[in-house]
């Protein structure tokens, strides 16, 4: 096992052990979070981060794995909420089979907060207090606007074709990041995305999904990769190197800002790469204690992110002072 999976499973197994307990004797409350799935790095600071939060502020702290099981997240959801806690926190596998949340927390009068990924339904309606979340329609305009910069570096006007591995099929930044690509590449008829695979979010599919592409689009038939987020082109970048497709190195897109990612921008494997802090506890809990303060909260709330690039010396500087921010908070994403 790589040292990433020793920390991710040693950070997993420690989150576990006080998954089920009280942070405090006589807390301010308590909060249940429902967690999409521990399958990388991401999660497992997501998930942190967000016990950290609400323990400091004096809750008591509940949470579930659904282990990328939309039908297990919804089980988890119910067990969760038949604890009766002051606050539902949910960040989902998926968009549809996630559609009872909003209802089930209505029923319980139990106030809720959805972070990361949006669910279907208006946030700031009934016990829905707000989502916390990132901008990934945002996130696709900015890799498109990129991607569009590149291509037609190459060719002295915008034309090419790509491939896209995407995440999860269904999930809410997939359908927002996809909504962003399309907002700019349709403005330019020649750009085209001409095959995609559902990655997953996970380094071994995606390198499974850039080998199928690879097989079906031959050298000169595509000028590069989208992947929607690093540990895939991690795992693109494995399959490019296995089937000799060296010519798309520097021609992969990625998202999320991990130290592995942003040093293939420095050893010029990827070219661009769009931050996705996995911070949401933070947040939700400055959120949820307006609301009850009774002060009025936005519906829809973004956290900040940053793009990554290697065009230029500037650009190169920033993303090795990043490098070294992660590596000092001992973390490896985002």
Same mark, same amino acid.
């Given at each position: 096992m790589s040292k990433i999976g020793l920390s991710i499973a040693a950070a997993v197994s420690a989150l576990a052990l006080t998954s089920g307990t009280a942070a405090f004797a006589e807390g301010k409350g308590l909060v249940a979070f429902s967690q999409a799935d521990m399958a990388n790095e991401w999660r497992v600071m997501n998930t942190k981060e967000m016990e950290q939060a609400f323990k400091e502020a004096g809750y008591d702290f509940v949470w579930a794995n659904a282990n990328a099981d939309p039908a297990k997240q919804l089980a988890d959801i119910e067990d969760l909420l038949s604890r009766k806690p002051d606050l539902l926190v949910v960040a989902p596998i998926e968009f549809e089979p996630l559609a009872p949340v909003p209802r089930l927390a209505e029923e319980a009068d139990t106030d809720l907060i959805v972070v990361d990924r949006a669910l279907p339904g208006e946030p700031g309606t009934g016990k829905w207090i707000s989502l916390v979340t990132i901008d990934f329609v945002d996130t696709g305009v900015?890799?498109?606007?990129?991607?569009?910069?590149? =291509?037609?570096? !190459?060719? $002295?006007?915008?034309? /090419?074709?790509?491939?896209?591995?995407? @995440?999860?099929?269904?999930?809410?930044?997939?359908?927002?990041?996809?909504?962003?690509?399309d907002q700019v590449f349709d403005q330019y008829e020649n750009i085209e995305i001409v095959g995609t695979c559902d990655g997953r979010y996970a380094r071994e599919t995606g390198r499974s999904c850039t080998e199928d592409l690879l097989q079906a689009f031959s050298k000169g038939d595509v000028d590069g990769i989208i992947f929607d987020n690093d540990d895939m082109m991690?795992?693109?970048?494995?399959?490019?190197?296995?089937?000799?497709?060296?010519?798309?190195?520097?021609? =992969?897109?990625? !998202?999320? $800002?991990?130290?592995? /990612?942003?040093?293939?921008?420095?050893? @010029?494997?990827?070219?661009?790469?769009?931050?996705?802090?996995?911070?949401?506890?933070?947040?939700?809990?400055?959120?949820?204690?307006?609301?009850?303060?009774?002060?009025?909260?936005?519906?829809?709330?973004?956290?900040?992110?940053?793009?990554?690039?290697?065009?230029?010396d500037a650009q190169m500087k920033r993303v090795e002072e990043r490098i070294e921010e992660l590596k000092a908070l001992g973390v490896g994403c985002c």
């Open positions: 900015r890799v498109a606007e990129d991607a569009v910069e590149q =291509l037609t570096e !190459k060719y $002295g006007e915008p034309k /090419g074709k790509l491939l896209h591995v995407t @995440g999860n099929t269904g999930a809410s930044p997939v359908i927002d990041e996809q909504t962003g690509l991690m795992g693109g970048l494995s399959a490019i190197s296995s089937q000799g497709r060296d010519e798309l190195r520097g021609w =992969l897109w990625g !998202k999320d $800002g991990t130290v592995e /990612g942003l040093q293939a921008v420095l050893d @010029g494997d990827m070219t661009f790469t769009v931050q996705t802090p996995p911070f949401f506890g933070g947040k939700a809990l400055e959120v949820w204690e307006a609301a009850k303060a009774g002060n009025d909260v936005a519906p829809v709330q973004y956290v900040d992110k940053e793009s990554f690039d290697n065009d230029t």
